[in-house]
Every structure is written in C-alpha cells, then in structure tokens.
C-alpha cells in the first residue's frame, strides 16, 4: 500500500509496541485507519494466546517492592515461556510497572490486579497485547501484599527469586534486608514455632520415632529422641530460630535483638521460579 508511509508505521509502533512488519501489515490491512490497525494487533495477541494456552510458562520475571512509607509491600510474577523473554528489557519493565500499579491500587488479589488500568488499558489487555508482540504464553501467575510497621523486599540477582519481611517496628533498611535474604537463601515454612501447623508437628514427631525404631532404639525411649529431633527441625525450619546466614554463631532473633530487644518478624512472604 503506497499510503502507508514509515512516518505512520513509527506511530503505531509508538502506540502498540508491536515490531515494525506488524505495524504495516495491520496499517495496510485496515487502509491506515490507526484505531482498527491497534485493534487487529490486540486480536493478534489473543489469536496467539488462544494457540499457546496450553503451554507451560515457567521462566519469567519476580519482583518485589515496598510503598514510599515501607509499611506495606508486594510480589509479583511475570511469567513467560523463555528464559530469553523473561531477560528482555521490555519484559522485565512490564512487570515493574505491574508491580508498582499493584502497590498504588493495593487490590486484594489477582484477579483485581489483572483488571485494573495501566496507562489507560486493563493489566489482562496488557498481557495479550504482548503475546501478540513476543509470540509466546505470558501470564502474571502470582500477586501477593503484606503489610507491617516496616516492609523490607529483597529481589535475588536475576529476578527468578523474591522475598518480603514484615517487622513490627522501624529499624535500619540493612538489618531488615539482612533477614529478607536470610528467607531467600533459607526457605523457612514459618516464622517461628507456633507458626507451624499442627499436623505438620504430628508428622515429624511420627517421623523421628520412626527414625528412631529403625536405629534400633527402645520403645521407651522415643517419644524423647523425636522431640529432639523436632527441636533440631524447628531450629533448620523457623526463620527466628535460624543461624544467621552471615553469622552462624547467632540466631535470626538474637540478630534482631542487637539492633532492638522488641524488634521482631510478623510475617514473610517468598517466591521463587525454582525453589
């Protein structure tokens, strides 16, 4: 189509992000009208999706971010099918910009993130309008808050892990991120003992008496060498009672203490691509 100048190619480009022989099959396709060929690209990007959505989108984008106060923080996860995408500028800025619209909005879960607007159009618009530009699944797979007296997030080198730590007073950003990595590089199921379920006690106790009779130990006996052994689980398994990664001849709490006696975790949250 000799009407379809560069000029008109760059704009819509400008205004969709699609590549550039994308942006000029649909300007050619809709005789330059820019409203319908964005249309066209839109329904690109659900033609697409509709093909990939039994793909698995595993690689992607974690991210996590605090409010301006840091008493309130959020998680994100930006999936993608390829490692490749999920290292793409472009990519990754999507997902920030996700991120920090879930925090100006602070909706209640994700399906309330995925229709709020960005720049004007619903996140789910979003998310198929790049589809149809990348050519492969991508979806926001996870949306989780928190929110305390300070939030502290930490984002592991190359986005594929993130944390959030929740404590119950103001302290130093450095003490805070100290026990932020201390979740990322230690998985903990709780952050301390009575946070573990019940059933999950009962199982280890089961499991240490178990141990214990296959050792050879006496009937009398195990009861006693399984709470041990629950102790020690306690001790590997609850953020508080962890050794301090950077120093191991103190817990998390003892940690905590040294910059306040009344300094404590509420709560965390973590996710990770491969845990």
Do not use: W
């Not at 800025?93 to 925090?103: G, R, V, Y």
């Amino acid at each position: 189509m000799a009407g379809i100048s560069a000029s008109d190619v760059k704009k819509l480009r400008n205004i969709t992000g699609a590549g550039m022989m994308d942006c000029k099959k649909a300007l050619e396709e809709s005789n330059g009208d820019f409203e319908k060929a964005a249309e066209i690209i839109r329904k690109k990007g659900q033609a697409v999706a509709s093909k990939r959505a039994e793909r698995e989108a595993t690689e992607g984008a974690v991210l996590a971010k605090v409010t301006g106060d840091a008493t309130r923080g959020a998680i994100v996860v930006l999936n993608s099918e390829t490692d490749f995408v999920a290292k793409n500028e472009g990519f990754v800025a999507l997902a920030d910009s996700i991120l920090d619209l879930a925090l100006e909005k602070n909706p209640a879960n994700l399906e309330e993130l995925k229709e709020l607007e960005l720049d004007g159009t619903r996140v789910a618009d979003h998310i198929l309008h790049q589809i149809g530009i990348i050519g492969e699944k991508i979806d926001i797979s996870y949306y989780e808050k928190l929110e305390a007296s300070q939030v502290v997030a930490y984002i592991h080198p190359g986005n594929k892990l993130a944390t959030l730590v929740g404590l119950n007073m103001k302290t130093a950003l450095q003490t805070g991120r100290d026990v932020a990595m201390q979740v990322a590089a230690m998985n903990p199921v709780a952050v301390d003992k009575d946070g573990i379920p019940q059933e999950v006690i009962d199982k280890e106790i089961e499991i240490g008496k178990e141990q214990a009779r296959l050792e050879g130990k006496p009937e009398a006996i195990l009861e006693k060498i399984a709470l041990g052994k629950l102790n020690k689980f306690y001790k590997e398994n609850t953020l508080l009672n962890q050794d301090f990664t950077r120093d191991n001849k103190k817990t998390i709490r003892q940690h905590l203490q040294e910059a306040d006696k009344n300094l404590t975790v509420k709560a965390f949250l973590r996710y990770g691509l491969t845990n």
